[in-house]
């Protein structure tokens, strides 16, 4: 067993499995490795499982066993160990090193051990650090605290820090999703002056040249269909600059070919993406395969755009209840209404369509058929065409929630107060 330098907070971890997705948001991705953790209780196989699930591990192979120490010794007896071994014991410290004896053994010089303990004991702490025992926690734990420490141990901490990335996906076709961000991703590299990187994955119909008036020769078809080329300088070859502070990696929108894709077609391009800039936004086709589910997954926030009616209301709920499974340990959705107070469209009020989802709206659009085709007409972003209209208002503020410099509680209704309240008492 290898001793590496660490720090730990020996006053014990959470007092619930329970992990609050604010807890996680600074943890990178684990790298691909192998993890066997040993259970005494079906409290800590179930947080482990927990673990498991999350899309940090996604590269993780993770085998979960009941049992104590000395089962861990007894298999690793007859096979190679893993790249970690997490072990929960209950052991008094006086036997604990004695008990630990016959694991070490048989341990590759390699592996690390973190073990879980119920004796907030220093002495004890420092023996096994001494012993080459990787880190000591004190139980109760929760899952913040085991995905932390497996961090500390297998990420570099001289890395540089990873961008976040935002994906956007709609309820419905025609529902809007590709146009809020696209005005998304031009706010947030605009108002911060962030370094933002636009993905569009709807390689066949994609719309983000068009919106920013652009004609690019390449981009995402190439970086999907070279994972083995993609990297820094690669990748800016394929870029198209729209801003100052905001590039653009074009779909092709052809139908010269079938655009088919194995489930982590994209993760290439999402982990380059990610260390090129503070902000990636990916406009996510209205589709279900594994792919999109993939991407969906792994992004740190996603929003669903919907129009007010059945039809959207029915594959709203749907897509929350997937991505609840997909993303047990993340924040829920972002939900944006758009395309609200349409003229003689029957719709449902928005009140309603949000308390159905039992979720509240981070963002109310209004119809607005002039300024938004306008926009789209000419090439340009709302808030270049109108900088003071309710819409551009409507964009600055998601784009601070979407890089956490605000908190909305309410939905924004783009100065539309008076006229929701009337179509919510119709």
């Not at 993905?199 to 040249?209: E, F, R």
Request: include cysteine; proline fraction near 6%; glycine fraction near 6%.
């Amino acid at each position: 067993m290898n001793a590496i330098e660490y720090s730990i907070d020996n006053g014990g971890g959470n007092n619930s499995a329970d992990a609050r997705p604010g807890d996680l948001d600074q943890l990178r991705p684990l790298p691909r490795i192998s993890i066997h953790a040993f259970c005494e209780t079906d409290a800590m196989q179930r947080l482990m499982e927990r673990c498991g699930q999350d899309r940090r591990m996604a590269k993780v192979s993770l085998r979960i066993t009941g049992g104590s120490v000395a089962a861990a010794a007894n298999m690793f007896a007859s096979v190679s160990t893993p790249n970690l071994i997490i072990l929960e014991t209950a052991t008094e410290p006086t036997a604990l090193l004695a008990e630990l004896a016959p694991l070490a053994e048989v341990c590759d010089p390699s592996t690390k051990v973190v073990i879980i303990g119920r004796h907030n004991d220093i002495a004890l702490y420092r023996e096994l650090i001494r012993n080459g025992i990787s880190e000591y926690m004190v139980a109760p734990v929760g899952m913040a605290d085991i995905l932390a420490a497996v961090s500390a141990i297998f990420v570099d901490p001289e890395a540089e820090p990873l961008g976040r990335s935002l994906a956007f996906i709609g309820a419905k076709g025609g529902c809007g999703s590709s146009v809020i961000a696209h005005n998304c991703a031009w706010g947030i590299s605009n108002l911060f002056s962030t370094e933002t990187i636009l993905a569009d994955l709807d390689l066949p119909y994609g719309t983000a040249n068009i919106d920013f008036d652009q004609d690019p020769a390449q981009g995402i078809a190439e970086a999907v269909s070279s994972p083995d080329r993609l990297d820094e300088v690669y990748l800016d070859r394929l870029l198209t600059k729209c801003s100052e502070h905001l590039s653009m990696l074009s779909a092709p929108s052809m139908l010269d070919r079938a655009y088919d894709f194995e489930a982590g077609a994209f993760q290439p391009i999402l982990e380059i993406l990610q260390r090129s800039a503070p902000v990636s936004v990916l406009d996510v086709p209205h589709a279900w395969s594994d792919w999109t589910r993939s991407v969906l997954s792994e992004a740190d926030e996603v929003v669903i755009t919907a129009v007010p009616d059945l039809a959207n209301l029915r594959n709203a709920k749907n897509l929350l209840d997937a991505l609840k499974k997909l993303r047990p340990n993340d924040r829920a959705p972002h939900l944006v209404l758009n395309q609200v107070g349409m003229p003689k469209r029957p719709e449902i009020a928005p009140n309603e369509f949000c308390e159905s989802l039992e979720i509240e709206a981070a963002a109310i659009i209004q119809f607005d058929a002039v300024i938004f085709g306008n926009a789209s007409n000419s090439g340009r972003m709302i808030a270049e065409i109108d900088r003071k209209s309710p819409a551009a208002e409507t964009f600055s503020q998601l784009a601070h929630l979407l890089t956490g410099r605000a908190t909305v509680k309410k939905a924004r209704k783009a100065g539309l107060q008076k006229v929701l309240a009337k179509l919510g008492r119709k």
